[in-house]
């Protein structure tokens, strides 16, 4: 019998759910990743879960290194962000969220297209009723956009798979080795949901609508489940060379413009990203383990930085910079936790972002990349300056914005405070593992793809170069936090080139089928009056009516008695005259 799938007890635990008390959801929403994260540790290598449908062999559970990190990490991100949404009551984002993370685990375990393509779409719808789950009007109308984009990425892999089988691929999901127009396709499927510009505005549009819980899973799967897939399929594209080193960049520019906390995070999930995308195209053994071990360590700094930011938004109801400050005294333990995941995101040493984005960067140098290099090196000063800098010194500083003359802090920032316990316990286990590899990064090397990992981050070299780049992040925005002040608006995008065309072509379709359809009733209503008249004086042509005035008057077209008589009298005549002359 072959082992348990980890994906059993999250669809299990959400079918169930509309049977469990509300206490007893909670339990199971936290339980069921625990025991999916048992299951993958204990996994022996190899395949299972696997059957015959119309002659391809279709695997559910492909268990190797690759697969396995992604799963480990997926698992424990789903029991942090689990805990830290304890306090959710509603059934229409328990259930989404732990069908959303099971997902995620049955993209990394599938080991063919088609149980792919499956696991796929269930992220998809998931991860946009989470979206929609944020209830207001604008995250209904960014879960449609969410949706719309991820079923066309999903209507893209379909094709995809199609004209592999077509072509003879079969349904193996290995590394592509044709460069034909399926294959291609797929690659572009993979970009949407890797958030590749310019088709990346879907995410800082939808994540900061999702409840603050939300977010944090959101945070994890969709994107990093897309690096999954650049990693066992596009190993060595070097167009993804550039596009990621372009994320890399264009993603801190757009971070740093921000006001809303959620947004700017959103940003850096392209930016960090890139990395990982550079690091695929580079396709070397240390630059794919360096795209692995980023988007572990991505993983456990995002969510612990969208927890943080959450818990100001559960605490005080803002989500924009422009509208806090002064919350070091009011939320200090917060602040600490938010200030570890920024320095992992910002590579400081300690700290996992250290370990995993040098095996990037030193990919990059070591296949003579220098122009990817230095791209990859001055998105990280700024990471720093923007997310390291920028927000926790509006937010929390006390110098921020949002104030107003009385230095501080209207009733609702005067009343904010630590998050619940279940939250800052949540916060401790992303924030305790960012820790531990930055200091022992051998515990992430092992379960990397490539083995051995010969390779040592903690050179003088790149020590002083991460503390030089910090520097130089730190500097950058002491001359500029005037300019960096936060004002309320909304930063246009990539995104404005074909949603507003969109919008305006869908207003256009709308208003010319509403005058067509008016047009045509109208038509209807005077054709049926028509007939009615017809109907009431036969005689007439139906085109004929043209006198409303009369169309009602029964007796208006009534011929006289004698006049009917006559006609009668005369026809009986011609038929009797016919008769006598036919004998």
């Known amino acids: 019998m072959p082992p348990m799938h980890p994906v059993v007890p999250m669809v299990l635990a959400a079918a169930l759910l509309p049977l469990l008390p509300a206490v007893l959801r909670r339990i199971a929403c936290v339980a069921a990743p625990v025991l999916s994260l048992s299951i993958i540790a204990t996994a022996a290598a190899g395949n299972s879960w696997s059957f015959d449908f119309i002659g391809q062999q279709i695997t559910l559970m492909r268990c190797d290194p690759l697969s396995r990190v992604f799963g480990l990490v997926f698992a424990v991100a789903a029991i942090a962000a689990s805990l830290y949404g304890w306090h959710r009551r509603r059934l229409s984002e328990q259930i989404p969220a732990l069908v959303y993370a099971g997902g995620g685990m049955s993209v990394v375990f599938a080991g063919d297209l088609l149980s792919l393509l499956i696991a796929w779409e269930a992220m998809a719808v998931s991860s946009a009723l989470l979206v929609f789950a944020g209830r207001k009007p604008a995250a209904v109308a960014a879960g449609f956009r969410y949706l719309l984009i991820h079923l066309a990425a999903g209507g893209l892999m379909l094709i995809a798979i199609t004209g592999l089988i077509s072509a003879g691929h079969g349904l193996a999901f290995d590394h592509f080795t044709s460069d034909g127009w399926p294959a291609f396709t797929f690659l572009c499927a993979l ?18 609508a999702s409840t603050v819980s939300g977010s944090v899973f959101l945070s994890t799967f969709t994107t990093k489940a897309a690096v999954y897939c650049l990693v066992r399929g596009f190993a060595g594209n070097e167009a993804l060379i550039w596009f990621g080193a372009v994320m890399a960049v264009y993603g801190v520019v757009f971070a740093t413009l921000e006001d809303d906390m959620r947004r700017l995070l959103s940003y850096h999930i392209v930016s960090q990203v890139g990395y990982m995308v550079c690091g695929v195209g580079i396709g070397t053994a240390l630059a794919l383990n360096g795209a692995v071990a980023h988007a572990v360590c991505h993983i456990l700094y995002k969510s612990l930085l969208f927890m943080a930011v959450g818990a100001v938004i559960y605490s005080t109801g803002r989500n924009r910079l422009s509208e806090l400050g002064g919350l070091y005294s009011r939320m200090p333990l917060t602040l600490i936790f938010y200030m570890i995941g920024v320095l992992s995101i910002s590579g400081a040493p300690l700290l996992n972002g250290f370990v995993s984005k040098s095996l990037i960067v030193s990919g990059a140098g070591d296949a003579s990349y220098a122009g990817a290099a230095f791209l990859l090196t001055l998105a990280s000063v700024g990471t720093f300056l923007s997310v390291g800098l920028k927000l926790p010194y509006f937010a929390w500083g006390p110098t921020g914005r949002g104030r107003g003359d009385d230095g501080g802090a209207g009733e609702d920032l005067a009343r904010a405070g630590e998050p619940p316990l279940h939250m800052l316990a949540a916060m401790a286990i992303p924030a305790a593992l960012c820790v531990v590899i930055g200091l022992v990064p051998e515990l992430l090397y092992r379960f990397l793809p490539n083995q051995p990992v010969a390779y040592q981050p903690y050179s003088a070299h790149h020590v002083f170069e991460m503390l030089l780049v910090m520097a130089l992040g730190a500097a950058a925005f002491w001359q500029l936090r005037g300019k960096l002040t936060p004002h309320a608006g909304e930063t246009l995008d990539l995104d404005q080139l074909y949603r507003r065309p969109a919008g305006w072509l869908a207003n256009g379709v709308s208003v010319a089928f509403d005058r067509t359809a008016d047009r045509l009733a109208g038509h209807f209503a005077r054709g049926r009056d028509r007939l009615v008249d017809w109907t009431r004086d036969p005689t007439r042509l139906p085109g004929s009516f043209g006198d409303e ?35």
């Open 191 to 208: 970009c949407i949901n890797a958030a590749v510009p310019p088709l990346h505005g879907w995410l800082p549009d939808a994540y900061p």
């Open 549 to 583: 005035r009369d169309w009602f008057d029964e007796n208006a077209r009534r011929p006289p008695i004698g006049t009917g008589l006559s006609w009668m009298l005369a026809t009986l005549a011609l038929v009797a005259a016919a008769l006598f002359f036919a004998s």
